[in-house]
T-cell receptor
């Protein structure tokens, strides 16, 4: 158990819909990272937060947005969903700013039909 | 941009045999390099990391990796494979200024045959 909690674990929805994925980092970790894992793209970095502030964006679509709240949990919002958005979405937290040690949740598997 | 390339998307070994998973990095500055493992239906877990303190890095579960600047490589090895080592392994790199944001390789699926 990494200490990072993601909900929901599985989500099936239709094209055009909007979903919210939630992440609770490990106690005390200020940094949260979102990654997308798919068979054709591998693990892609989406967005990074540190203590409530956005620090970096990766390959995140404009239809996607995220935020980190004062209690440090984070949400990833995916809207106008397309078939190609089907993937495993991971949240990870880090105990320090630059250790490179990420603690991953078990992921939220999104299926868009 | 920094990146890593993993050679071989699938590697199959017999139980007790040497495990060698290859990773080459592309970086204009000394990199921070990592190996992560993903067991089925789980998130990724850190195996080991290189941060320039020593070229041979020992990790968990008997794995180790050697940083070779001349070859721009950071291959992962284990002398004797166990069935429980069957998983997907990812090499990753980060920039010093990027926090813990990692760029991952494509992954190598390790199969261990009895």
């Amino acid at each position: 158990d990494s200490g990072v909690t993601q909900t929901p674990k599985h989500l099936i929805t239709a094209t055009g819909q909007r979903v919210t994925l939630r992440c609770s980092p490990r106690s005390g970790d200020l940094s949260v990272y979102w990654y997308q894992q798919s068979l054709d793209q591998g693990l892609q970095f989406l967005i990074q937060y540190y203590n409530g502030e956005e620090r970096a964006k990766g390959n995140i679509l404009e239809r996607f947005s995220a935020q980190q709240f004062p209690d440090l949990h984070s949400e990833l919002n995916l809207s106008s969903l397309e078939l190609g958005d089907s993937a495993l979405y991971f949240c990870a937290s880090s105990p320090g700013w630059g250790t490179g040690e990420l603690f991953f949740g078990e992921g939220s598997r999104l299926t868009v039909l | 941009a920094q990146s890593v390339t993993q050679l071989g998307s699938h590697v199959s070994v017999s139980e007790g045999a040497l495990v060698l998973l290859r990773c080459n990095y592309s970086s204009s500055v000394p990199p921070y390099l990592f190996w992560y493992v993903q067991y089925p239906n789980q998130g990724l877990q850190l195996l080991l990391k290189y941060t320039s303190a020593a070229t041979l890095v020992k990790g968990i579960n008997g794995f180790e990796a050697e940083f070779k600047k001349s070859e721009t490589s950071f291959h992962l090895t284990k002398p004797s494979a166990h069935m429980r080592d069957a998983a997907e392994y990812f090499c990753a790199v980060k920039r010093e200024t990027s926090g813990s944001r990692l760029t991952f390789g494509e992954g190598t699926q390790l199969t261990v045959n009895p």
